[in-house]
């Protein structure tokens, strides 16, 4: 009798493990992330310059960030999971304002010197995600999200120097609240470790135009059971 209903007991348990493996309980990923920005932090900063001589100064604000991701996923049900996201990404960007360097006698007459802006991006979204559809071991998924996103304007020493003359109430850093929407692919690579590649846009809601289209592809780490 004590040996059916170790049996059984045991059968019992490996069904529900069996279960519980077709989906895990959380997830962890980290990866590298490209995004393409409008950082139009960057035409502010030149509108601020050129406004003090009555002008009006178009730049080019477009460029590439480079970076890091990493999100945490509590999955629900067999379709549904919550996460976090915490990206962060950098670039450079060299913008012509030699005419108002000229005007502030920073450089000569005739000579040309461009400005080197750094400008930063850090997100951190919460929301939900969907396992959109699955074909064989590869899953496709959809996700939207909100959080705040916060924005940081480096910048080479002259051109700090000419802002804080001439527009000294500029900021340089902002935070604003952001939404982001996208879609990824994951794919199981050994027993609990899979490999993930995302595509999302997020926007802050900022005075200035920022938008980015963010690329990432990294590792990741699935559990089941708890956390802890």
Request: aromatic residues 12%; positive net charge; contains cysteine.
């Amino acid at each position: 009798m004590s040996k059916t209903c170790a049996a059984v007991i045991t059968l019992f348990m490996l069904s529900s493990i069996a279960l519980c493996q077709d989906r895990a309980k959380w997830e962890i990923f980290g990866g590298y992330q490209y995004t393409y920005a409008d950082f139009g932090v960057i035409q502010d900063a030149a509108t601020a310059l050129a406004s003090n001589y009555g002008e009006t100064a178009s730049v080019d604000h477009n460029l590439t960030m480079t970076g890091g991701t990493f999100s945490f996923q509590k999955n629900i049900g067999k379709r549904w999971a919550a996460v976090l996201d915490i990206g962060g990404a950098t670039g450079t960007k060299d913008v012509d304002l030699s005419r108002y360097f000229q005007l502030l006698g920073y450089i000569g007459s005739g000579e040309t010197q461009l400005s080197t802006f750094r400008p930063s991006a850090y997100t951190i979204m919460g929301g939900p995600q969907l396992d959109l559809w699955k074909y064989r071991e590869l899953q496709v998924f959809v996700r939207g999200m909100g959080g705040v996103s916060r924005s940081v304007l480096g910048m080479d020493d002259t051109t700090r120097k000419a802002l804080n003359f001439l527009a000294p109430s500029f900021k340089t850093t902002a935070t604003d609240p952001a939404v982001m929407g996208g879609a990824g692919v994951q794919y199981p690579v050994y027993r609990h470790i899979f490999i993930r590649a995302t595509a999302d846009y997020v926007h802050p809601f900022s005075s200035s135009s920022q938008n980015y289209l963010r690329i990432s592809a990294g590792v990741g780490l699935e559990r089941i059971g708890k956390l802890f």
